[in-house]
């Protein structure tokens, strides 16, 4: 109770300018032990926590005790979508022709629980959205099994999505899958203790009505995303709160779009010594 207050007083102090609130909850996708270890972790702290597993016998005495601590437990479903922005996700999940529609702050995906189950849902969702974007750089199923661990963290742990992708880790040990929940619910709980969400002072800006729709920078960026206006016209978006303002979009836009307002001293040297040695290339010819 106490935790849960703490959770709201930190929701109800007044955010920066260009803030968005980030919803105290979050979807865990998964049933193992590292799942259950880290939903218990994040309940405890005052967050509210629904967990999607597989039913096992292994497993159901301690997704009992979960919901002995308020922990909400959903079956696996048919399918899931993810739609929403940082912060403020809505989960749907596909029940034949039911859907359960929940909000939440956070999603943290177990990969390896993602092919179990009587319906895999590696294949059947997140076809669309920030997550597809995601899952779509991280490959097929195949190539997730041997992902090292970095390049999700990098991936996930900029603490701006809100999405945490857990790649199998090859842990077999009891102990150190509890190990390894508990280091994930630190790194939901850290994006979680937030409570708000603001802009980058380097994030960059896209003109929708100079962009050109080719696709170039979102191929660059999982962050950034195609969109179409009322007329049909195909445009580049970035949420700013997710930009991480590296600038790596800027050189792959053709029509020069993509500006960005501030720049950290690391880019300006990179963009002189690119200004240098093309100027180098012209004088020799």
Known sequence: MISAGVVRARLATQMPPGGKSILPSVLIIGGGLVDITAAGALTSRGYQVELVATQSSEQNQLLEQLQEKDVIVKTWPDALQLEGSPGDYEVM????????????????VNMEELNKGASPLLNT??????????????????????????????????????IFLVPPDGAELPEDQVLHGLAVAARVSTYLDQASLSPRVMAVDIDSKLCRGCGDCADICPYIEMRKNANGTVYAYIDKTLCLGCGACIASCPAGAITQPLQSDKQIVHTLRSMLRRGQVLSEV
């Open 93 to 108: 999940l596909e029940y034949g022709s039911q859907v359960d529609r929940i909000p939440t702050g956070a999603v943290l």
């Open 125 to 162: 969702t997140f076809n669309s959205g920030l997550l597809g974007r995601i899952m779509a750089r991280t490959g097929s199923s195949g190539y997730l099994s041997g992902v090292g661990d970095d390049l999700l963290r990098e991936i996930t742990i900029k603490e701006t999505g809100g």
